[in-house]
């Protein structure tokens, strides 16, 4: 069975501090894909990053971390020095062939960032 | 990069109405676009695979008949509730798949279309 969760439904901080958004999906493939996407108030999801499976490397972009863990199954997400406008929610997402080739996503994370 | 577009971007309709949706690849052809369903606080729900020249599959539970699609063109799918009722009112997400790229996993999400039905 195919599955992400993100057991963190609602994350408050303040602005400045650092926050982690977990990710964990179930997979019986050897090639799979994994994404986060942010989906602001207005909507519209926003691409963050796409992770294959075979690519294990930890990745930085600006204030944002990703770290892949296959070991557990953890694809977890950190965004550095906070700010108000990273308040969304987030969802991590799994490609696979044995999802039939279709994007499943996680429940999501809210977070919201006080000033 | 890709654009995809989504038009109505919100529509209020009377129950027992129909409703189309557009989405439009802009800048490149699609072969297979998805549409999803997002009710409020929640995560986005695949309703069907949309391929272009043949019948859209649907996922479990959603009904091919109230959800009809249409994906007439490598540019185009559209999404029509038909009968609408207020359970129906949620926001509308598709998505498309370049035909072109060699990443099969990658989609590029429409701007979304919020549905309320009165």
């Known amino acids: 069975a195919q599955k992400v969760t993100q057991a963190q439904t609602e994350i408050s901080v303040v602005e400045k501090e650092d926050v982690t958004l977990d990710c964990v999906y179930e997979t019986r493939d050897t090639t799979y894909y994994l994404f986060w996407y942010k989906q602001p108030p207005s909507g519209e999801l926003v691409f963050l990053i796409r992770?294959?499976?075979?690519?294990?490397q930890n990745e930085i972009s600006g204030r944002y971390s990703w770290n892949f863990q296959k070991s557990t199954s953890s694809f977890n997400f950190t965004i550095t020095a906070s700010q108000v406008v990273d308040s969304a929610v987030y969802f991590c997402a799994l490609f696979s062939s044995g999802g039939y080739n279709k994007l499943i996503f996680g429940a999501g994370t809210r977070l919201a960032v006080h000033p | 990069g890709a654009v995809v577009s989504q038009h109505p971007s919100w529509v209020i309709c009377k129950s027992g109405t129909s409703v189309k949706i557009e989405c439009r690849s802009l800048?490149?052809?699609?072969?297979?676009m998805f549409w999803y369903r997002q009710f409020p606080k929640q995560s986005l729900m695949l309703m069907a695979t949309s391929n272009e020249g043949s019948k859209a599959t649907y996922e479990q539970g959603v009904e091919k008949d109230k959800f009809l699609i249409n994906h007439a063109s490598l540019t185009l799918s559209t999404l029509t509730v038909t009968s609408a009722h207020p359970e129906d009112s949620s926001f509308y997400i598709c998505?498309?798949?370049?035909?072109?790229?060699?990443?099969?996993?990658?989609?590029?999400f429409g701007p979304g279309t919020r549905l309320t039905v009165l």
């Open positions: 998505s498309a798949r370049d035909r072109t790229s060699g990443s099969y996993n990658e989609q590029f």
């Open positions: 800048d490149f052809q699609a072969t297979t």
């Open positions: 992770r294959n499976s075979f690519d294990e």
